[in-house]
């Protein structure tokens, strides 16, 4: 009997791990209306977020990703917008940590960040949104984080991997 119960056990936190692995892969219905409706192209990564690719000028292009998850403060549900610069080896320098620092502190909305990976430290600007923001301001801020993502990524890497 301690045999079934541990199968039964074992069978319905499989069924319950593939439906949560599904729902990740799936996005938030309600942000791929909101995308679909602006002509967004996007695509859904394996973690449940969003990822889109904006052409820039001079023919360079920026990835720019939505969290699928949101967050909630209170009575507020927010979602997060971000695009990478690039990725250093080694720990930034203190002149590069200092500056991007004082760049967040004068963004009227957004921050840089470092975060460390598999493959060195992670710089990427990022944007925090109510969940209910509408539509031409999600497009307008989606656009502002790729530019100011692949500026970042021309000044400090001078390529265009993003």
């Given at each position: 009997?301690?045999?079934?119960?541990?199968?039964?056990v074992?069978?319905?936190?499989?069924?319950?791990?593939?439906?949560?692995?599904?729902?990740?892969?799936?996005?938030?219905?309600?942000?791929?209306?909101?995308?679909?409706?602006?002509?967004?192209?996007?695509?859904?990564?394996?973690?449940?977020?969003?990822?889109?690719?904006?052409?820039?000028?001079?023919?360079?292009?920026?990835?720019?990703?939505?969290?699928?998850?949101?967050?909630?403060?209170?009575?507020?549900?927010?979602?997060?917008?971000?695009?990478?610069?690039?990725?250093?080896?080694?720990?930034?320098?203190?002149?590069?940590?200092?500056?991007l620092?004082?760049?967040?502190?004068?963004?009227?909305?957004?921050?840089?960040?470092?975060?460390?990976?598999?493959?060195?430290?992670?710089?990427?600007?990022?944007?925090?949104?109510?969940?209910?923001?509408?539509?031409?301001?999600?497009?307008?801020?989606?656009?502002?984080?790729?530019?100011?993502?692949?500026?970042k990524?021309?000044?400090?890497?001078?390529?265009?991997?993003?």
């Open positions: 009997m301690k045999c079934r119960a541990l199968v039964s074992l069978v319905l936190g499989c069924i319950a791990a593939a439906a949560y692995a599904q729902g990740a892969t799936k996005g938030d219905p309600a942000l791929s209306k909101q995308l679909d409706r602006l002509g967004v192209r996007y695509k859904i990564t394996d973690s449940g977020n969003y990822s889109m690719t904006y052409d820039l000028d001079g023919g360079r292009s920026q990835t720019v990703y939505i969290m699928g998850k949101t967050v909630k403060y209170g009575n507020t549900e927010i979602r997060e917008l971000w695009s990478r610069a690039g990725t250093f080896d080694d720990v930034p320098s203190a002149e590069v940590m200092q500056k620092l004082e760049e967040s502190g004068e963004k009227e909305i957004g921050f840089w960040s470092i975060e460390k990976g598999d493959d060195g430290y992670i710089v990427y600007f990022s944007v925090k949104v109510p969940v209910y923001i509408r539509d031409s301001d999600l497009a307008a801020l989606l656009e502002l984080t790729a530019n100011v993502a692949d500026q990524e021309a000044e400090l890497f001078n390529s265009d991997d993003e």
